[in-house]
């Protein structure tokens, strides 16, 4: 009995710092790059996702039984490019296209309207793309401006339980790639002002906590109000 546990702490202790190894190496890959050359830094990478391939076992003593790496690490560890549409969502069936619109609401009633796409890196420099049309209304629907933006920077993404169900025709992606999540990128409107917008993506699966749509901010102004009934999504999709 002590044997046993003696080694299913060891194999706990592993487990959760080669976990911990990789994520650090992950997030720090450009500075190993700088600090330790190219070739060390990849040997300090391999190094941690053989710790977690090697030591994530589970099982009772004298059982060893592999668990399964997350298919998020084996994507990060790979490198990913994450695209992410405001679309047009109709039935039946379920059937997703470019081209969309989303708003969201002020703390007096005034709206914002964004249409927009991009894409951006999973890890490393962000690389983003992309942006879209904004228009804004007053309280009582008049619209009061319009224009494009930009996305300049990403501060989030993070993935959520979920996926869309069999039948589904996604005219912006492989279906297979789909995620749901949440991002929020830094934007550029075209009249001068800055913003921050949330995405959110929430697929069959996802849990309640997560709402479909979006938020935003407007120079000083936050749409945080989120309408019903609009729609983003995202995909995965590994660099080759």
């Known amino acids: 009995m002590l044997p046993g546990l003696l080694l299913k702490s060891v194999k706990d202790v592993f487990s959760y710092w080669g976990t911990h190894f990789l994520k650090e190496a992950l997030s720090m890959k450009t500075t190993m790059r700088t600090l330790f050359g190219a070739e060390r830094a990849k040997t300090v990478f391999l190094l941690g996702v053989t710790l977690v391939v090697l030591f994530a076992l589970g099982g009772g003593a004298g059982t060893i039984q592999a668990r399964a790496v997350s298919p998020q690490i084996?994507?990060?560890?790979?490198?990913?490019?994450?695209?992410?549409?405001i679309p047009i969502v109709s039935f039946p069936p379920l059937?997703?296209?470019?081209?969309?619109?989303?708003?969201?609401?002020?703390?007096?009633?005034?709206?914002?309207?964004?249409?927009?796409?991009g894409t951006f890196q999973l890890t490393g420099p962000p690389n983003v793309t992309g942006g879209g049309t904004w228009e804004t209304f007053a309280p009582d629907g008049t619209s009061t401006a319009r224009g494009t933006y930009e996305v300049m920077g990403k501060s989030l993404f993070v993935t959520a339980p979920g996926a869309l169900g069999p039948g589904t025709i996604d005219n912006?992606?492989?279906?297979?790639?789909?995620?749901?999540?949440?991002?929020?990128?830094?934007?550029?409107?075209?009249?001068?002002?800055?913003?921050?917008?949330?995405?959110?993506c929430a697929l069959d699966g996802t849990p309640a906590s997560v709402f479909e749509g979006i938020t935003t901010t407007k120079g000083f102004v936050e749409f945080w109000n989120h309408a019903p009934d609009n729609f983003t999504i995202f995909h995965i999709v590994p660099n080759d």
Do not use: C, F, H, M
């Open 74 to 85: 084996l994507a990060r560890a790979s490198g990913a490019t994450v695209s992410w549409d």
């Open 95 to 117: 059937t997703i296209s470019p081209g969309g619109q989303a708003s969201a609401r002020a703390e007096d009633g005034s709206k914002i309207t964004l249409s927009g796409a």
């Open 172 to 200: 912006t992606g492989a279906v297979s790639t789909e995620s749901a999540g949440l991002a929020t990128l830094v934007i550029s409107y075209s009249d001068g002002s800055r913003g921050v917008l949330t995405l959110n």
